[in-house]
């Protein structure tokens, strides 16, 4: 199984910038997609980023050039590690939402995925 730690939300100013990060660590997978979600109260969970393994990017129109996505992967003989991280600039005050960690590994046939717990990104003057 996948288990995931965020880091790095926080109370920033409108044009101010945050970094959050995601460690995800198992026995022996490798993960496909790393993703970050986020959630406004009262909307729905929306996709911010995303990154594959491979090195196929996805970012939500309005953070396009303003967010940056990367990640790190590491492997042992008994364990995998990845590290997601997501650099946001420029934030607006829409971008407040609690932040979710997202991944994706194949278990033929078919594939899992889990969450992290969530971390508080609050963009206000």
């Known amino acids: 199984q996948v288990q995931l730690v965020e880091s790095g939300g926080g109370l920033v100013q409108p044009g101010g910038s945050l970094r959050l990060s995601c460690v995800a660590s198992?026995?022996?997978?490798?993960?496909?997609?790393l993703a970050w979600y986020r959630q406004a109260p009262g909307q729905e969970r929306e996709k911010v980023a995303g990154?594959?393994?491979?090195?196929?990017?996805?970012?939500?129109?309005?953070?396009q050039g303003r967010f940056t996505i990367s990640r790190n992967d590491s492997k042992t003989r008994d364990n995998s590690k990845s590290t997601v991280q997501l650099q946001m600039n420029k934030m607006r005050t829409e971008d407040t939402a609690k932040y979710y960690c997202?991944?994706?590994?194949?278990?033929?046939?078919?594939?899992?995925?889990?969450w992290g717990q969530g971390t508080q990104v609050t963009v206000s003057s």
């Open positions: 997202f991944a994706k590994w194949y278990v033929l046939p078919g594939s899992q995925y889990t």
């Open positions: 990154i594959t393994d491979r090195g196929d990017l996805y970012y939500l129109d309005s953070v």
């Open positions: 198992g026995s022996s997978v490798e993960i496909d997609e």
